[in-house]
Nanobody, 117 residues
Framework: QVQLVESGGGLVQPGESLRLSCAAS????????MGWYCQAPGKQRELVAT???????NYADSVKGRFTISRDNAKNTVTLQMNSLKPEDTAVYFC???????????WGQGTQVTVSS
């Protein structure tokens, strides 16, 4: 059974940081493109960042320079370091795994990030 379990969300003030983690099980982790997506109330789910290996990453323009995605293939985890958070970053953040060949995708249940003063 495939599971993607996110953790690390919460309520922070603007300018602060959060670190999201996603633990994967039931998949051959190294064969998957890992990513983070977010969905704000009333909006569509959108890409935040993806990582193929630790030297191949992709970021939404809105988070470039503030967020960093990384992965540990030995621990089957992917992490999103979120710095200089803004109120507009408020959303539910979802972990995503896409097989590099078949493109079959799995999703986590999401973790809430709220940035508010």
């Amino acid at each position: 059974q495939v599971q993607l379990v996110e953790s690390g969300g919460g309520l922070v003030q603007p300018g602060e940081s959060l670190r999201l983690s996603c633990a994967a099980s039931g998949i051959n982790f190294s064969l998957y493109i890992m990513g983070w997506y977010c969905q704000a109330p009333g909006k569509q789910r959108e890409l935040v960042a993806t990582i193929i290996n630790n030297s191949s990453t992709n970021y939404a323009d809105s988070v470039k320079g503030r967020f960093t995605i990384s992965r540990d293939n030995a621990k089957n985890t992917v992490t999103l370091q979120m710095n200089s958070l803004k109120p507009e970053d408020t959303a539910v953040y979802f972990c995503n795994a896409v097989h590099y060949l078949t493109r079959y995708a799995y999703w986590g249940q999401g973790t809430q990030v709220t940035v508010s003063s």
